[in-house]
């Protein structure tokens, strides 16, 4: 069994992870971190995990955690990763951040983005972009996974097979709309319930974090307009890409190799996704059509943010770290309704 | 009091004339026809109106309604709106159509999306679109108005004072997203509660009835890329609409004109709208943000689908038609939460 | 005109009332107070007001607002509506409260269930509780209304010509469910939206407030075994009410009085109400089923919290406080959808 | 490996099982019976099982299904299930029922509430009703299993260890809410997304099949006044269950042997359940209130009805039927958020 530990266990990203590992067969949870919920039974803190975990939430301690686990997810906010991973990484830990600091290579774009100066610059050489779909190699031996934004996932995957062709010199526009549970169990006076329910918004318009973090998995082949909304639900995104091609493309050929990916599920022309057949689910699926009229590529993804957004996507990772099967704990279907 | 007339009663469109007429200071209902209902009381049918209306449901019969109606909403299914609106203007009755019978001015076009010939080719002469921004005057002396379509309203209103500015000659990106009761009353799998809770998708791409609506208010100058989508919320429309302008645009001057328009609110640069803040409410909200990075301009609007896109829009109408205040029975704020 | 402070202008029963109070006919709002929001534009802190108000903030000053209205709406926190309450009255302020400090008789009851000794104990004298149904006379001279609470106008409304029937000595069970938008603006773990979406549970089991002030309403003759419960929406309390009588009920004859109220709508044996018949409107409706079985009698009842609950019941109240139509600015059907 | 077929496919509650048994380590589907899907491939009716399931959907054929499977799931409607039951056990092979027909043993009171005669009354003797913690040792030589309905499962757990407890004589109040998916996949007005959107109402009051259902599994010694509504989610039901005891009840003594029980959580005292920790968990979670001042006792219990109320306890049932690991494929934890 693969030992795990899981830092910022009260956060949406790393309850995610723990409810995936209950039931994965080869991973065993032996370690909470929780800053705030530390000394606490992990199932006072979170009642759903109640007949579950038997275990108790402890302070940070990368020597602990080093002891008792062969492998630490990180589920903390920005600037806080890379902080624990560096200690992580010096404790010889092996490490998945699920978080947004091991991603862009350039420290000047993390920099300008996140609003900080990046504090471990030599794990950004290390750190491996966790789509599976890119860089399943460079994962089987990695030591510092970090694990796509759910955007970008949702809009990298059918975009990849796309860089290399001939595309007007215009920006793709990828209009996205993600559940509410993206934002974090952070209260806001946005999310508030009666606030969020029964409403819609753009949000980050121009300024959004995974804009440089695609347009780099895409290696800045491709400019991306993208504007994220939110919308009255808890889980899912669903993109919309307009793609203008300089000739039609021949997106049976370009997809085929997808036909391999365990979580990758191609739909085909005029076949386009619902989020309720990705939901809780690892799935990205897509779909798309072509516009005679005006010459566009629409595309259409979606993902569960949550499940192969975030966690779904990181236990992929491990179990291609450790030599597992890739799909083991994870492989099961949307749950519709 | 003008005495109105609403076809097609029990079909969303026509409940929400009814539900915001119940407040008019001007305006009495005279008639509630439906094939369906007739013979019933309005209250038993729909039981929103106990102690509010008390009405009888009747079948249409155009020559009744000119003894009782000035006017009479025409809220029914494509094709019957043409048949119905023929026989009431046969009758001399002014008619406003919110359905998309009268919307289209080229009998071909409208053949072509909407799969059957229109049969009234002489009122799309007559007809006056009904969105007072673009057509005030017009609809002082209509005798026929064709209410605008939903998404129409939303994206029309921010790009109407665009359309002579130099754009890019690429199609404006517009994705929309609908709350489910833009889809109607009639029953589908894909609208049944648990198949659309949580859910979002897209539809209708490259071929909505919509596209050529929008083009055609805009005077052809403007290609639009449009793709409606569906969320799990009941009301509202959010449009966020792509234009790459060939040079910097003064939207504070262009949009000047709309401050006096009662139903628009332009927000501004950097101040982008939300569902709830024109939830049952007739407005119209837009903002937008200027991408210096790609040279993009992006605007979102916000509008309640079924007032501000159809019930409260067509009363709008109304009041401009027989010389009311523009804003009588309407002028209400957002409900939010 | 009626000129109308309100007091607590940011939380949502002052936005609730502020939003019904638009398009009164005889009313108008001359003074929005907020603490928090005092010298910002009314409609920068609320952009659901943009175009139709052009108010700004002030702090709470007793003589200020007296010099400026006819009334005052305090739609503050418990115990902060004491205290402004009777600043209010000691500057001779006509006052509906829609908080709960006015609601109680008894000193010694509202000191147990709100946990801190009443302020202003004179003003429980004065104070008429706003149910027209129950009050209607007394509220045309008050001075000083206490708007009912939202849980207690669902339950006294069909109890209340029940109270003198014969019934077993047992409890009547109350059980309500209310949407989100019950417990206010404050922010809590509890009504983050991803926390309470697709969510239900019940709370304040044997201590909600609301069941000394239904059993007071009710002269004491029915004891409550009152559960609430929020569900994962925003407007709405639906109570479910099992009472066990010790001989058959003549309901029709019962409730025949309600016939000529002109918010309650009295369904009848086996027609049971839905909350969609009254969002967004001052109704209550309700119906009820006998179990010849067991011998009890299940009553079922539905208001809008917001409106019928809260804000449109204190509309209701100053109609009668200042002789105006009973149902000016509030006889509106549901809105469904 | 136990094979398993399924009978009603594109129904919520196959589609559940099928979805629950996609993970089962010791479960094969091999079969997937649907009439009006015969012939499709299983992913192309039900797009989230794509790269998951490799079936196609086939007629009902006793014998053929005899050859293929260990073992049945029965999920068609009412009437439907006794007929494909008795076909199945006369061709030898053993049935899970997640229907009804199974359930009550007296025929005449399945006559008088499900308004049909039962036509295999020779099964309901040989039955098994389906609740492991009251029927374990019966479930593991079981034939024909009788999967409890939804609400049973939420009311009869925590009143079993009361029924032979002093009561008063009256009934007890069970107030039950559900999410929508409780009434299937079949089209009704009534769950159209905006009628039922935001809404809430009760039905089946003194009327509701489950009620004789349950006080046939409390050995008629508790009668149940049990009320069932319906609120704007998919997935869960809260129950709110009255219980006036004759004298104090020693609960911690009565539900200790729960603790044993792997999916039966019990709170205790002051500790209520949410629906959110049970979400797409096989789990019972209940806790109570003891209301010195009324003498009553509350309890309240929840669980996701697609999972611990339909598919993970048909699973539960399988487990034990096959000697496997009692909670092998259904031990997760609640997807929270």
């Not at 001939?166 to 549970?181: E, M, N, Q, R, T």
Request: proline residues 7%; negative net charge.
């Amino acid at each position: 069994m693969v030992r795990a530990g899981i830092v910022g266990t009260t956060g949406y990203a790393a309850r995610e992870v723990l409810r995936l590992l209950a039931t994965h067969p080869a991973v065993e949870v032996t370690a909470v971190v929780s800053q705030s919920a530390a000394g606490q039974a992990l199932d006072a803190v979170l009642p759903a995990f109640r007949k579950v975990y038997d275990l108790t939430c402890e302070a940070f301690d990368a020597a602990a955690l080093a002891e008792r686990c062969d492998v630490v997810f990180l589920a903390v906010p920005s600037a806080k990763s890379m902080e624990y991973g560096a200690a992580l990484r010096k404790a010889g830990m092996r490490v998945i951040d699920v978080g947004a600091d091991f991603r862009l290579k350039d420290p000047a774009v993390f920099e300008k983005y996140y609003k900080t100066p990046h504090t471990a610059p030599e794990l950004l050489v290390e750190s491996v972009y966790g789509l599976p779909a890119l860089n399943r190699d460079a994962l089987r031996g990695a030591d510092l996974v970090a694990v796509p934004g759910c955007y970008p996932i949702s809009i990298i995957t059918p975009l990849w097979p796309l860089r290399d062709q001939s595309l007007a010199d215009v920006p793709v526009v990828a209009d996205s709309i993600s559940g509410i549970s993206g934002a974090g169990s952070a209260l806001s006076d946005a999310f508030h319930f009666p606030e969020m329910n029964e409403n819609a918004k753009a949000y980050g318009v121009a300024t959004h974090r995974h804009t440089p973090e695609m347009e780099q998995a895409l290696e800045q082949r491709i400019t991306l307009q993208f504007t994220p909304h939110v919308g009255p639900y808890t889980r899912g995104i669903l993109s919309t890409i307009t793609v203008r091609p300089s000739a039609p493309l021949d997106l049976d050929t370009l997809y085929a190799p997808y036909a391999d990916e365990p979580f990758i599920r191609v739909l085909g022309a005029g076949n386009l996704p619902e989020l309720k057949h990705v939901r809780n689910a690892n799935f990205c699926d897509f779909g798309w059509v072509h516009d005679e009229r005006t010459g566009n590529l629409i595309i259409v993804s979606a993902i569960d943010n949550m499940v192969g957004g975030t966690a779904g996507m990181a236990i992929q990772c491990l179990n291609l770290m450790f030599g597992l099967d890739e799909t083991a704990g994870i492989h099961f279907p949307g749950m519709a309704p």
